[in-house]
């Protein structure tokens, strides 16, 4: 599939491909996003449907609503164009992203300080959606130039996004007055630029490969050691952290990054530091460096003001909890947990919850059996707890109640927990 806006690269990109499917034996369809964000947007998607008509090429035309954020317009747009394209069903999706696009986007980034990935700018392919589409992107060594000799030669027809020529956007700048500027004192940075981009791709899987090493023995299931990453260099402890926080999702930036480490290695030892990334935020506890979701991190051991419904459980093997991740059930004879007779409801924690650990002891605050499991503080909220009627019988981290734990012979369950944050 190719992205069709129906502008001149992506129609250069469309005729091209269609030229190539007799000799490569390839499907070919297009996908046009409509935004809905210029006045011409209809006739645009138009033009695209009575040029895939002449080409015999099928186009899909996605509307989307963009929600303008902090970030702009231009951003939002990248972003529910993503929210389509991890729907495609398509081995591969081609852009029409070129030389002078790699150049500006290699600018922007420098003048962002972008670290060694920002910098990376855009690969030729890359993989989406845990690897069901690849992302192509077979122009990024051709100058825009060529392409309009190119299309002109041949009397292809395209639209003009107006937007293109908007002084306010930092793209139109960098395109129509910086790289022109360099071009004329130094010839060829647009190329130069471009290559550049390849180099710093190097350098980021090396970054990549050396945090990998250092995290053998720092990083585990239970978070980052903080003794292992205060034993290395300060750089490689920045990196070792960066790639920790870039696994889960972070929006890094060198100055938080900095200040994330500062707080980890050198606030008081009762401290329970935070540092926001984006979505998702750094915390400390017992010696461990932890990565949790931005708006969940309450920092004390407090209850949600407003639990979600229960969700009830009918037997299947998986019950999806939403944001609280997946609960696996698995039958067993002679242990685990005994569910019946039932109703049984997956609750989320309300705050003086008891629980019997074993026949021959007392029923205990789930509050300090949370906290003698080392269960941080911000997470014990969000556990998810299985009631059998209106009884807890097992919890995520402690186990069953003794009332609820399968004899010899006793048909009981495996509860697990695969957790989304």
């Given at each position: 599939?190719?992205?069709?806006?129906?502008?001149?690269?992506?129609?250069?990109?469309?005729?091209?491909?269609?030229?190539?499917?007799?000799g490569l034996g390839f499907s070919l369809a297009a996908l046009h996003v409509h935004h809905g964000l210029s006045p011409r947007a209809d006739d645009w998607a138009a033009h695209c449907e009575n040029v895939c008509r002449g080409l015999d090429v099928p186009l899909a035309v996605e509307r989307v609503r963009v929600e303008r954020g902090a970030e702009g317009p231009e951003a939002a747009a990248?972003?529910?164009?993503y929210r389509v394209f991890s729907r495609l069903d398509a081995d591969a999706l081609a852009l029409a992203h070129h030389r002078d696009d790699q150049a500006e986007t290699v600018l922007a980034q420098l003048l962002r300080g972008g670290g060694a990935?920002?910098?990376?700018?855009?690969p030729v392919c890359r993989v989406l959606d845990g690897g069901r589409l690849r992302l192509l992107r077979p122009l990024l060594d051709v100058p825009r130039a060529w392409l309009v000799a190119w299309a002109r030669d041949r009397g292809l027809e395209w639209v003009e996004d107006e937007s293109n020529r908007q002084p306010h956007l930092t793209r139109n700048t960098l395109r129509h007055e910086v790289l022109p500027?360099?071009?004329?004192?130094?010839?060829?940075?647009?190329a130069i630029?471009?290559?550049?981009?390849?180099?710093?791709?190097?350098?980021?899987?090396?970054l990549d490969d050396l945090a990998d090493l250092d995290g053998r023995e720092a990083l585990t299931a239970a978070g980052l050691a903080l003794d292992r990453l205060a034993a290395l260099p300060e750089p490689r402890a920045r990196n070792l952290l960066r790639r920790h926080l870039e696994r889960a999702g972070a929006s890094l930036h060198p100055d938080a990054l900095r200040e994330g480490l500062r707080q980890l290695l050198s606030a008081r030892e009762d401290a329970q530091p935070s540092v926001a990334f984006g979505e998702v935020s750094l915390r400390r506890y017992r010696g461990r460096a932890l990565v949790v979701p931005s708006d969940r991190g309450r920092g004390q051991d407090e209850a949600p003001a407003s639990p979600e419904s229960p969700s009830l459980w009918r037997g299947e093997a998986s019950l999806p909890l939403g944001d609280g991740g997946t609960l696996r059930f698995e039958p067993l004879v002679g242990g685990g947990v005994r569910l019946d007779p039932g109703p049984v409801t997956v609750r989320r924690r309300l705050g003086g919850e008891r629980l019997r650990v074993a026949p021959n002891r007392p029923r205990r605050c789930l509050k300090d059996l949370l906290r003698e499991a080392a269960i941080p503080p911000w997470q014990r909220d969000r556990l998810p707890l299985v009631y059998v009627g209106d009884r807890l019988a097992w919890v995520v981290g402690i186990g069953p109640d003794a009332a609820f734990q399968a004899g010899a012979g006793e048909r009981g369950w495996l509860i697990s927990w695969d957790r989304s944050w």
């Open positions: 599939m190719v992205g069709y806006s129906g502008g001149l690269d992506s129609s250069a990109l469309l005729h091209l491909l269609a030229g190539l499917r007799p990248r972003a529910a164009r990935k920002g910098l990376a700018a855009m500027l360099l071009e004329s004192r130094f010839p060829g940075a647009g630029l471009a290559a550049a981009a390849g180099r710093f791709a190097e350098t980021a899987d090396l």
